[in-house]
């Protein structure tokens, strides 16, 4: 069992720059946390991702060279936090981001969709006003 908990969402003004922080406890290790969001009327999609046992990270096109993703892991592997600093905000970056964590040993690859994630957080709102 994997607990999540998003901070760190807010409203901002267009070309600024907002944090989200994600932890994850419980037996974190061969998880890839993903970051996750959904805009009104849209289906949910992939942002970033950054796999706890290789460190391997993945951006989706719309956010490349703009937001960065790095985590923390706890000595035991029972503890990670995972951070995505977003720059250069744009209005149709506004969404709820959810962090989710998906079992890389079990699928034997690391997962992209969101079906291949198994635990999701609440959710954290994003507004970005132009």
């Known amino acids: 069992q994997v607990q999540l908990v998003e901070s760190g969402g807010g409203l901002v003004q267009a070309g600024r720059s907002l944090r989200l922080s994600c932890e994850a406890s419980?037996?974190?290790?061969?998880?890839?946390i993903g970051w996750f969001r959904q805009a009104p009327g849209k289906e949910r999609e992939g942002v970033s991702y950054?796999?706890?046992?290789?460190?391997?990270?993945?951006?989706?096109?719309s956010v490349k060279g703009r937001f960065a993703i790095s985590s923390d892991i706890s000595r035991d592997k029972t503890k990670i936090r995972v951070y995505l600093q977003m720059n250069s905000l744009k209005p149709e970056d506004t969404a709820v981001y959810y962090c989710?964590?998906?079992?890389?040993?079990?699928?034997?690859?690391?997962?992209?969709?969101?079906?291949?994630?198994?635990?999701w957080g609440q959710g954290t709102q994003v507004t970005v006003a132009s």
């Open positions: 989710a964590a998906g079992n890389e040993y079990a699928l034997g690859y690391t997962p992209k969709e969101p079906h291949e994630y198994d635990y």
């Open positions: 419980g037996f974190v290790d061969y998880y890839t």
């Open positions: 950054i796999s706890s046992s290789t460190g391997s990270t993945y951006y989706a096109d």
